[in-house]
């Protein structure tokens, strides 16, 4: 079970259920309330469950919906302990208490594995300084929905306060009835006896919360009735019919409409601005100077009556924009400077080692063989197909927001400090996201908003990014380049791996711009850059895992599996280099040093299975395998490809994955599905290109990605297991990218060693 405080029933200090850090008094006497708020006809019964006078289920929510299918997983947990149908199971958005928090999940995600590797003294360095940024951090109550964690961090969670509400509502009848507990049955929210008595929940949820649950059970996996099964999405319908609000689609009385422009150079400034044809425009109310909020980039926002009288408004507005005077970045430099850097660390044992075993240096030098290779990858923009958008209302002293955010305490908190006002004052309303992928565990819109509708007269104001804005100031992959070099012995085995990693360190200019106070004078080694290096699962028995933390001064932060995305192409397609080298089989190679890893060599093995990979590709086509772990979760992809037109083309990706219990199937495999449509569109056309301190790329025609027609077949494999579920929207996209170029290798005999591969 998690390391964090959960409360299971409102009883006093008798009904806290501690799990990990301390004991805690009594909620109340903390100001925050035993259990969830009831409306007339409901009953709170612990921190996560409410039961409505009919019967139905209310359910705290605390987690963002952005297409991943989470607020679907989370219900059936729920109700599959309740032993309610999933449709009588209504979400309502979870308060502000701690209890939600969960930042530690997305902190502190372990990424090693002790039974098959202990890490470093450097390493256990690192994991002690996040063991403290996350206890402080859980101690705020900080939410995240982040790190492919949602599933895994409630799997324990909403089920015993499931399972304990449960027992309280049949405890609840088997005092009215006066008859023994154990002798009742619940079906589709339905208490019932044989001899006759029945009711809904509704009917005992009042007694029932003054009602100790006694001993608590979860349910057997046998007696799994929901989890397991396919069932539907619960945002289905209204995804269909175009009821679902999504940030963009907030529509408040007498609201107004703005857009932002800000300055095109990385790191620069406004100047002067002549708003005068701007003002003269139909339909404009105000021109209003941004500052920076959440480490964004000043600019101007038009207010206008509508969309379209704002943007056209913001686009004729004369500024004279500053650069900054340290100077402006340039990405082809970074990239050379990354490769220099991971070049000459690799030589002289530099940069921060997260993973060592053996003694890989001289065991490199007097390998008979060496192989070595550098690999660079570039910034990617997050580009949701959701623009960039926040609406947000500052009137009467109070503030109200509506948002699509991955971390809505946060935007919250930006919220009170841009308008001056107490947390209390803010009330915010959490929509559907289309799409996070990273970019929304940021604040910075959240902010500009608020300091928008400050100056609206009290009118709720809706601020979009156009897409322009949108990709030229994003918070970017950061972009990387690794040396590695193995060592081959006179048995033809590898005896040495080192592995030299140079780029920009995310999680302290993540910290230092959404939560400055938990960050500290000096960056701590982050190990989300370092992810799928340092915990590869080969048995090689000299190794040296280490990365460069390096500051370039553009903006970065979290991207789809973060530094697994751009870590899983160096590694997966430097293994495949050296079995091609040795004239071994991918797979068979990859096998033999997975000797102690079954689980990995499971989910390789299945992939291979379901590809056909002992059979030859079709004529004028190729396959090339990768494997990689994220999130707790291992992924095996085999990717079909042949060459159209001098492009590739990618007919077919078979996934494998073992992602421990699986909660619902068919979510798993449209996430799977999901991750390999945005790692292959990384892989084929990703890149930001930044020159004299401006990004190059600002639309979908010179930012492209995979649409329909270019869509491969995607078939979805999964291992059984009965591990606690690990991660699924992030795990799915690493290994295409190798998978990718290995493929590409066969096909073509060339070894492509640079993102993208288009």
Known sequence: MKRRVMLLTGLGAAGVFIVGWSVLPPRSRLGYPDTLPANEGEVGLNGWIKIGADGRVLLAMNRSEMGQGVHTALAMLAAEELDVPLSRVQLVQAGHDKLYGNVASFIDMLPFHPSEREPGTETRTVKTAQWVVSKVARELGINVTGGSTSVSDAWDLLRQAAATARAQLVGAASLRWRLPADELSVKDGVISHPSGPNGHFGEFAKAAAATPPGAVQLKDAKSWKLIGTPAPRTDLAAKTDGSAIFGIDVRRPGQLYAVMRHCPVVGGSVGRVDVDEALRRPGVERVVRIGSYGGSTPGIAVIARTYWHARQAAQALDIDWRAPPAGVPDSRAILRTLEHTARDAAEHGGGFTFYRRGDADPALRNAPRRIEAVYRAPYLAHATMEPINCTAQVADGKVTVWAPTQVPGLARSMAAHVAGVAERDVTLHLTYLGGGFGRRLEVDVVGQAVRVAMEAAGRPVQLVWPREEDITHDFYRP???????????????????????????????????????????????????????????????????????????????????????????????????????????????????????????????????KSGWARPAPAGRARGVALHESFGSIVAEVVEVSMAG???????????????????????????????????????????????????????????????????????????????????GEPGTPPLAPALANALFVLTGKRARELPLA
């Open 479 to 609: 972009a990387g380049a690794a040396m590695l070099r193995a060592g081959i012995d006179a048995e033809g085995n590898v005896s040495a791996l080192t592995i030299t990693s140079a780029g920009d360190a995310i999680t302290p200019r993540w910290m230092e711009r959404t939560l400055p106070s938990l960050a500290g004078p000096v960056d701590t080694p982050d190990k989300s850059v370092a992810d799928g290096l340092f915990d590869l699962p080969y048995a090689i028995p000299n190794e040296r895992i280490a990365h460069v933390a390096t500051r370039s001064g553009v903006p970065i932060g979290y991207w789809r599996s973060v530094g697994h995305s751009h870590n899983a192409f160096f590694s997966e397609s430097f293994i495949d280099e050296l079995a091609h080298a040795l004239k071994q089989d991918p797979v068979a190679f990859r096998l033999s040093l997975l000797k102690d890893a079954p689980r990995h060599a499971a989910v390789l093995k299945l992939a291979a299975e």
């Open 646 to 728: 001098g492009q590739p083309k990618v007919h077919r990706v078979v996934c494998a994955a073992d992602i421990g219990t699986v909660v619902n199937p068919g979510i798993v495999a449209q996430q799977m599905e999901s991750a390999v449509i945005f790692g292959l569109s990384a892989a084929l056309h990703g890149r930001i290109d930044i020159v004299d301190g401006t990004v190059q790329q600002n639309n979908f025609p010179n930012h492209p990605i995979v649409r329909l027609a270019d869509a491969p077949l995607i078939e979805t494999h999964l291992v059984a297991s009965s591990r606690p579920p690990s991660g699924v």
